[in-house]
T-cell receptor, first 113, second 113 residues
Framework: EAGVTQSPTHLIKTRGQQVTLRCSPISGHTSVYWYQQALGLGLQFLLWYDEGEERNRGNFPPRFSGRQFPNYSSELNVNALELEDSALYLC????????????FGEGSRLTVL | AQSVTQPDIHITVSEGASLELRCNYSYGATPYLFWYVQSPGQGLQLLLKYFSGDTLVQGIKGFEAEFKRSQSSFNLRKPSVHWSDAAEYFCAVGAQGTDKLIFGTGTRLQVFP
């Protein structure tokens, strides 16, 4: 069974640009979560999508946004990139309303120059 | 608000030695507690979780953790460390009904032969 897949694995952008990261959850999972892992800051919760709806949002500015598609895959969009957006962006999926295990992808490493 | 503290940023042990990684949480009700491991270049993998019941939880790869309500702790232990255990370890607390995990800042484990 395929795990959580993310693309691209690495990308480099410059300040002010926009980026889209993609995530495909494990088959049967309806919830997708996005976390930012910046150096020295641990994992910071960004967004939670379930059944196509945004259910919860972390303490990030509005230029961080996303969506979940009918097939439960998800995109994370970051506009007006800033240097401090450089981080590993991790996507995780789970079986919706069950509080518990998250299954993580290997992440998309974004470098902003 | 929920929070997780991992007081040790970096721990070094010799192969075969015992290991204990500390985790303290802050949460008003009974928390859901997790330990994840992140090997270099990879996503996070669940080691073990505590929801209720027996306070000593067994996980994969020979790890265990003990929930101590009086100390608000959920320390991870392994009796004999292997070189392949070198990784970053994250403790996380879940909020019932929200599916959002709050992660600690992680402990990097280095294992010497």
């Amino acid at each position: 069974e395929a795990g959580v897949t993310q693309s691209p694995t690495h990308l480099i952008k410059t300040r002010g640009q926009q980026v889209t990261l993609r995530c495909s959850p494990i088959s049967g999972h309806t919830s997708v979560y996005w976390y930012q892992q910046a150096l020295g800051l641990g994992l910071q919760f960004l967004l939670w999508y379930d059944e196509g709806e945004e259910r919860n949002r972390g303490n990030f500015p509005p230029r961080f946004s996303g969506r979940q598609f009918p097939n439960y895959s998800s995109e994370l969009n970051v506009n007006a990139l800033e240097l401090e957006d450089s981080a590993l962006y991790l996507c995780a999926s789970s079986w919706g309303t069950v509080t518990g295990e998250l299954f993580f992808g290997e992440g998309s490493r974004l470098t902003v120059l | 608000a929920q929070s997780v503290t991992q007081p040790d940023i970096h721990i070094t042990v010799s192969e075969g030695a015992s290991l204990e990684l500390r985790c303290n949480y802050s949460y008003g009700a009974t928390p859901y507690l997790f330990w994840y491991v992140q090997s270099p270049g990879q996503g996070l993998q669940l080691l073990l979780k505590y929801f209720s019941g027996d306070t000593l939880v067994q996980g994969i790869k020979g790890f265990e953790a003990e929930f101590k309500r009086s100390q608000s702790s959920f320390n991870l232990r392994k009796p004999s460390v292997h070189w392949s255990d070198a990784a970053e370890y994250f403790c996380a607390v879940g909020a019932q009904g929200t599916d959002k995990l709050i992660f600690g800042t992680g402990t990097r484990l280095q294992v010497f032969p």
